[in-house]
């Protein structure tokens, strides 16, 4: 393994790790909900994204990556790790992987959540821009347009219905001062 490799493989196990560190509250109830079903959406666009990328690379459709644009790609890779780590260590005990809403949620207003309503989706996708590019160029940014983006504004859409369902007023005014993903951007 190259320096890039070991890299890559680091990155991977802290982004892994997150899922042992933050597990989020449970989900109490037996049948899958709209929301739950969005979850598991993203989670399937995850998956079906990187065995296309693996399959890209592996069967060498991808012309040779430079070396700036595969260190280019670890960076943007780590950047949306941080920023997935960040967004919970913020959220603390109101993360959930499945989204809980109650009248008495208390919305967060700082670190991440200060410009941006959905960081997590943010880092999301900027951690699948830097896995696709790095795993098969240019060609696995296509995945997560096509795959990534679209099942993340589905569930996006869910999520603040049902905010605004249960915090009214609050929650529009809260929304108001912020951007969807990307400050300036959406």
């Known amino acids: 393994m190259n320096i890039e490799e070991w890299f890559f493989f680091c990155l991977s196990l802290i982004w892994l790790l997150e899922f042992v560190l933050f597990r989020g509250a449970r989900h109490s109830g037996d049948s899958l909900s709209i929301e739950q079903k969005s979850y598991y959406l993203i989670l399937l666009s995850i998956i079906a994204t990187v065995i296309g990328c693996l399959i890209i690379r592996e069967t060498s ?31 603390k005990h109101e993360f959930t992987r499945h989204v809980q809403v109650s009248a008495d949620k208390k919305l967060v207003s700082h670190g991440p959540y200060r410009s941006m309503r959905h960081p997590l989706y943010t880092a999301l996708i900027v951690c699948m821009v830097g896995l696709s590019c790095y795993l098969a160029s240019w060609v696995g940014l296509l ?32 929304k108001r001062q912020r951007w969807i993903l990307m400050p300036w951007i959406y």
Not at 62 to 74: A, D, E, Q, R, Y
Not at 160 to 172: F, H, I, P, S, V
Request: no cysteine; proline share 3%.
């Open 61 to 91: 459709f991808v012309i040779h990556t430079p070396l700036f644009i595969t260190w280019l790609s670890l960076f943007i890779y780590g950047t949306g790790i941080f920023l997935r780590y960040w967004s919970m260590l913020t959220l």
């Open 143 to 174: 995945f997560t347009l096509l795959l990534i983006i679209p099942s993340i504004v589905i569930r996006i859409k869910l999520e603040e219905a049902m905010l605004t369902e249960a915090l009214g007023e609050t929650y529009d005014e809260w």
